[in-house]
């Protein structure tokens, strides 16, 4: 896996992570844009360090974004529960 392969599968990771702690989804955006700029920051270097943490921004941006809704659902006996979004 090459360096860059390997920086994008860990900003998906912890953008898709992050991000599912929200049912809105410009918060889930602006949570993996941190998380994936807080990944690219660590993985660039040298000159490339601002390339990388932009890049990894934009991506987690996405990832956040289009990451899979959970709604909260209530049963008969009144306890809730998260499940995907019809």
């Known amino acids: 896996m090459s360096k ?3 920086v994008l599968a860990a900003i998906f ?3 898709v992570f992050v991000a599912g702690c929200s049912d809105n989804q410009d918060i889930n955006a602006v949570t993996g844009a941190l998380a ?3 990944v690219g920051n660590q993985v660039g270097s040298g000159s490339g360090k601002t ?3 932009l890049i990894g921004g934009a991506v ?3 990832v956040g974004a289009n990451a899979p809704r959970q709604c909260t659902y209530r049963n008969s006996a ?3 529960y998260k499940a995907a979004c019809p």
Do not use: L, P
């Open 36 to 38: 994936g700029a807080a």
């Open 13 to 15: 990771a912890a953008s």
């Open 51 to 53: 390339a990388a943490t």
């Open 78 to 80: 009144g306890q809730t």
């Open 4 to 6: 860059t392969s390997g």
């Open 60 to 62: 987690g941006a996405q």
